[in-house]
Nanobody, 125 residues
Framework: QVQLVESGGGSVQAGGSLRLSCVVS????????LGWFRQAAGKEREQVAG???????CTADFAADRFTISQDNAENTVFLQMNSLQPDDTAMYFC???????????????????WGQGTQVTVSS
């Protein structure tokens, strides 16, 4: 079992930045990928970014120029640095973990085995 606890969400104005953190606990050796999804009100969950244990990253097109995923393996923590936030980025952001290797980038919700409770990000214009 893997537990994920997010932090760092909040309210910012357009153009601002936030840094999300997610601490991984439990069977941390089993996780092969960590990542972030988001879900806005009335919309489906969508991947934001993912990072393999070895450091391979993948980022959604909407986030490629503004968001950066990173990890601290020693601290079992994954981060999402979000810059130039816009009102469309308003959503609940979820930390996710996958315990099996994946060739390429696991982009669908079904590709992930564990989910955190989420942290709300609200961007005002």
């Amino acid at each position: 079992q893997v537990q994920l606890v997010e932090s760092g969400g909040g309210s910012v104005q357009a153009g601002g930045s936030l840094r999300l953190s997610c601490v991984v606990s439990g069977d941390t050796r089993s996780r092969q990928w960590l990542g972030w999804f988001r879900q806005a009100a009335g919309k489906e969950r969508e991947q934001v970014a993912g990072i393999s244990h070895g450091g391979h990253t993948c980022t959604a097109d909407f986030a490629a120029d503004r968001f950066t995923i990173s990890q601290d393996n020693a601290e079992n923590t994954v981060f999402l640095q979000m810059n130039s936030l816009q009102p469309d980025d308003t959503a609940m952001y979820f930390c996710v973990a996958r315990t099996l290797a994946y060739f390429g980038c696991p982009r669908t919700p079904q590709s992930w085995h564990y989910w955190g409770q989420g942290t709300q990000v609200t961007v005002s214009s």
